[in-house]
């Protein structure tokens, strides 16, 4: 069984925690004592109906002001596949939230309301998603009921987001007509819309395809910790423990570590389970190699064929996270890049976009919180880092507050030179 | 081959992942052990991610002294197995040296007494990472707790200033006196740890599985007849087959009835019933709708 993480965006008014409720609710998730609870609470908060967004504005702060503060993680899953859903709020905080979530996703839910069409919020969301380079979108054209099943009405929200979506980058996009309500095209086809010749969501998320979205090319490991029994029994063990970032090795692979440079041959790739004759992404395991160098956290491995850049000057789009500050030029922040930690000078903000019209705004040269730009870092070590639209993981960072220690950046790497 | 891996798998290596990453970024880490599921599970990741070696932080154990006995006895023995450095923070110590005030009357527990003892504990051992066993699909509060959960001096936790995190990227940047709780196991659902401790044959201790108990029912629970719990007139003991689905404080941990005696046949029944395993087994969640963010806040687990 595969694991699916996907992203939900939208506000309440598109039906968002509706469509999740059903989700649940049809693939028998939500429990008998979470229903109650919600019931009860609806009541006493004087709703008519059961308020299916009770399901996930889970803090009480939450559901005494009637807002969603963060991302929230649900499970539920088919026989098919196990689902991670990252739920992010739609109010002023959006942005920052909405990246969090796409940050690990596989696939974005998109909701709009098929009486309204494509709206600001919806290119919000749709731009997010392509930035954050989520592999699967879905547009989900939510409230059908209230355009009586129209397929020409369908077909016209199609046809504007289309003419947006070209503007943005990409990869697999996928429309469903849907009455999460009523929950036409959720689980099951609709008999309403017959016109309709797709798969129903959940059927879209059990089979789209994922597993080649992985980066099987790139092979990139970063070393994470190294292992040194020093006992009778591995006497002279070193082993290199990290996480699979991208291709695949294989013991008797060359190798280059980097920044050394020095090369080595993969002896054996361990687990506790065993030795393994492939690794790849997103496995955990030990590395051993044939030769003895002196090797750190911090450090990556790779094929002396196909390196990641080794840059101190790095070309990012940054999306700002914090209110408490300003991202502006000559600002100093610890960066994590992998496993690797340094710190970075904010040389240049070339520019902010708008993140609704995809303006770029070149006469602005800071960012503010949930504002997204363009930036020139200068780290005080190399990174090895790659393109984010080439590897997600070696692609990204996040800024440090070196005052508070919060996380007040995340970064997708652009270029590197 | 596929390059595919098994939602298991994925998980594990999640997993894997922040146990590494924290045995690297912090100087003093620390596993909380519970003997229940979820901490054997832990004990299980945390020996995969740095085999051949021990593991590089002890284990801690908070006694309420009200435990089951069957779960002490596992606890012991598989600490040792390891290797691993055991300490046991006493909740009846902390009642001895006048720190905290036991409860009293019919519905006293000793739950709420375990925050105390647990801060005192870190602060004595100096711990700037706990790695907890808790999941996102237990309860509300845990479903917006970060993987890193940051905690100030006091060992508060503030749902409303968390920090971002995104991808693999977690921020460990703490100042002296503060540490964080780490929740390598947050994806996991219920589920999936008993599918997990199938296909991993980890060894669990008997109370998991359906057995013979003298019981009694408070609240639509059934909670075993032990020493530490008063029974009120009204409350008959009987005799039941149960088995417990969490395990945690013989005086808040309710059994279900059940008939399953082997692995396969609970995840059967967890995979059919309709009710949250902390819905039906603890009466500390349902003092009120926020009890768990309301603990969670003062520096519960």
Redesign the interface.
Same mark, same amino acid.
């Given at each position: 069984?595969?694991?699916l993480r996907f992203a939900t965006a939208g506000s309440v008014d598109d039906g968002k925690s509706t469509l999740i409720g059903r989700l649940l609710y049809d693939t028998?998730t939500i429990?008998?004592?979470?229903m109650e609870?919600v019931e009860a %609470?609806s009541e006493q908060m004087g709703t008519e109906y059961t308020n299916l967004a009770l399901?996930?504005?889970?803090? !009480?702060?939450e559901?005494e002001q009637g807002i969603t503060?963060?991302?929230?993680?649900?499970?539920f %899953?088919t026989p098919r596949?196990?689902f991670?859903i990252a739920d992010t709020p739609g109010h002023t905080q959006y942005t !920052?939230n909405m990246?969090?979530g796409a940050?690990?996703a596989d696939l974005a839910i998109v909701l709009l309301d098929a009486r309204n069409g494509v709206v600001e919020q919806s290119k919000r969301h749709s731009f997010l998603a392509s930035l954050l380079r989520i592999p699967h979108l879905v547009l989900a054209v939510n409230k059908m009921d209230l355009v009586d099943y129209s397929q020409d009405q369908f077909e016209n929200v199609v046809g504007e987001y289309r003419d947006f979506a070209s503007k943005l980058d990409i990869g697999d996009l996928t429309f469903i007509p849907v009455s999460a309500l009523h929950g036409d095209n959720v689980v099951d086809r609709s008999e309403n819309m017959e016109w309709f010749e797709g798969s129903s969501l959940l059927h879209h998320l059990e089979t789209v395809h994922i597993?080649s979205d992985?980066n099987?090319i790139d092979a990139r490991f970063p070393v994470?910790?190294v292992?040194?029994?020093q006992?009778e029994?591995?006497h002279d063990?070193r082993?290199y423990?990290?996480?699979i970032e991208g291709g695949?090795l294989k013991p008797g692979d060359d190798v280059v570590v980097l920044p050394s440079g020095f090369s080595s041959r993969i002896a054996e790739i361990?687990?506790?389970?065993g030795p393994v004759?492939?690794a790849?992404a997103?496995?955990?395991v030990?590395v051993l190699l044939e030769d003895e160098i002196d090797i750190s956290?911090g450090d990556m491995i790779c094929r002396p064929n196909n390196q990641p850049d080794a840059t101190q000057d790095v070309d990012a789009m940054v999306c700002w996270?914090t209110s408490e500050t300003k991202l502006e030029p000559r600002m100093k922040l610890?960066i994590?890049?992998t496993?690797r930690m340094a710190r970075a000078m904010v040389k240049d903000v070339q520019y902010r976009l708008d993140i609704n019209t995809l303006h770029r705004d070149e006469t602005s040269n800071v960012l503010e919180l949930n504002e997204i730009g363009r930036v020139t870092l200068r780290t005080t070590q190399p990174l090895f880092a790659d393109e984010y639209r080439r590897n997600?993981?070696t692609g990204?960072?996040?800024l440090?507050d070196e005052n508070t220690?919060?996380?007040v950046g995340?970064g997708m790497i652009v270029g590197t030179d | 081959m596929s390059y595919e891996l098994s939602h298991l798998r994925e998980l594990e290596a999640e997993s894997i992942h922040i146990f590494r990453e924290v045995a690297a970024e912090f100087e003093r880490p620390c596993l909380l052990f519970s003997g229940g599921k979820d901490s054997i599970v832990m004990l299980r990741l945390a020996q995969k991610a740095f085999a051949p070696c021990k593991l590089p932080f002890p284990v801690m154990h908070i006694d309420t002294g009200h435990n089951f006995p069957e779960v002490l006895e596992f606890r012991d023995r598989r600490t040792e197995e390891l290797g691993a450095r055991l300490i046991v923070a006493s909740v009846q110590q902390s009642i001895d040296e006048g720190k905290v005030v036991e409860q009293t009357g019919v519905r006293s527990s000793r739950n709420q007494l375990q925050t105390t003892t647990l801060l005192d504990a870190i602060e004595e051992h100096q711990f700037t990472a706990l790695f907890g066993g808790a999941r996102r699909d237990e309860e509300k509060a845990r479903a917006k707790e970060r993987v890193y959960s940051f905690r100030d001096e006091f060992g508060q936790w503030d749902p409303k200033s968390q920090r971002p995190e995104l991808w693999k990227l977690y921020n460990g940047q703490v100042r002296q006196g503060e540490h964080i709780r780490v929740f390598p196991i947050s994806n996991y659902t219920e589920l999936d740890i008993w599918q997990y401790i199938k296909a991993e044959e980890i060894e669990i201790p008997s109370v998991y599985f359906a057995h013979q108990r003298e019981v009694f029912e408070r609240d639509g629970m059934l909670l075993a007849v032990n020493e530490y719990t008063e029974m009120q007139e009204s409350e008959k003991p009987f005799m039941e087959t149960v088995r417990y689905r969490t395990v945690g404080d013989m005086t808040c941990t309710g059994a279900v009835e059940s008939a399953a005696d082997t692995i396969d046949l609970i995840i059967d029944e967890v995979a059919a019933t309709r009710i949250t395993e902390r819905g039906a087994t603890r009466a500390d969640d349902r003092v009120s709708e926020a009890a768990m963010e309301d603990r969670k806040k003062k520096g519960y687990f």
């Open positions: 069984m595969e694991l028998k429990f008998q004592d979470q609870a %609470a399901l996930t504005d889970g803090l !009480r702060a559901r503060i963060d991302v929230a993680y649900r499970y %899953a596949r196990k991670i !920052r990246v969090t940050s690990t597993s992985r099987l994470q910790y292992l040194r029994p006992s029994e591995y063990f082993g423990a990290g996480t695949v361990r687990t506790f389970d004759e492939e790849f997103p496995m955990a030990t956290r996270m610890a994590k890049h496993t997600r993981a990204s960072f996040v440090i220690n919060n996380t995340a | -």
